[in-house]
């Protein structure tokens, strides 16, 4: 059983920067992914970014040049650094991790991944 928990989200103004970070709790001998996403009031849970086990990094349109994902696999842990924020960027943002192999862009279907962390509020005011 993977546990995944998030911290680091809370209140910001627009233009500042947060930093989020998941802990993976169960160390794992084969690679997986690490992946991001975001769900607003009404909204769908949509992709933010995502770590692959293959090294390979992707971004929503919408976060690209602003957001930066990155992974210490020793310490079993993603990160998400959010630049220059925008008030659209208010969302619960999860973090997810999966070791079944993407194809054709599945990283972004929330259905690939199994494993979930519970979820952080970041909230950007005007």
């Known amino acids: 059983q993977v546990h995944l928990e998030e911290s680091g989200g809370g209140l910001v103004q627009a233009g500042n920067s947060l930093s989020l970070s998941c802990v993976r709790s169960?160390?794992?001998?084969?690679?997986?992914?690490m992946a991001w996403f975001r769900q607003a009031p009404g909204k769908e849970r949509e992709f933010v970014a995502v770590s692959s086990w293959t090294g390979m990094e992707y971004y929503a349109n919408s976060v690209k040049g602003r957001f930066t994902i990155s992974r210490d696999n020793a310490k079993n842990t993603a990160y998400l650094q959010m630049n220059n924020l925008k008030p659209e960027d208010t969302a619960v943002y999860y973090c997810a991790s999966t070791e079944r192999a993407f194809s054709n862009g599945s990283y972004v279907r929330p259905h690939e991944y199994d494993s979930w962390g519970p979820g952080t509020q970041v909230t950007v005011s005007a």
């Open positions: 169960k160390r794992s001998y084969v690679s997986y992914s």
